[in-house]
């Protein structure tokens, strides 16, 4: 099993990213798949999910209205589109699969990928 991020990187304020999460060795769209961050020092931060079944989408309140997460069952794959990228969004996002909306901890998903960064500077 594995789920590969990319997509991340140093974008200034109010600009744009398009997060990535390649999903392999399980069945993909059984899975609710979520997006959960971790800035540096802090505890994890979940930030948006998707369900499986009817594609209803789930943010937390800090990022709805600027980021936008979808998923292509036919190419494995779910995505973080970011606008309006602030400082505090800086951190390291992670993809994950198998859990209830807004788990936080990775020992609760059944899958968690490796991360990848995003920094948010001028």
């Known amino acids: 099993v594995q789920l590969v991020e990319s997509g991340g990187g140093l974008v200034q304020p109010g600009g744009s990213l398009r997060l990535s999460c390649a999903a392999s060795?399980?069945?993909?769209?059984?899975?609710?798949m979520s997006w959960v961050r971790q800035a540096p020092g802090k505890g994890p931060e979940w930030v948006s999910a998707?369900?499986?079944?009817?594609?209803?989408?789930y943010y937390a309140d800090s990022v709805k209205g600027r980021f936008t997460i979808s998923r292509d069952n036919a190419k494995n794959t779910v995505y973080l589109q970011m606008n309006s990228l602030k400082p505090e969004d800086t951190a390291v996002y992670y993809c994950a699969a198998g859990a209830p909306i807004a788990t936080m901890y990775p020992n609760e998903y059944d899958y968690w990928g490796q991360g990848t960064q995003v920094t948010v500077s001028s």
């Open positions: 060795g399980f069945t993909f769209s059984s899975y609710d």
């Open positions: 998707i369900n499986s079944g009817d594609g209803n989408t």
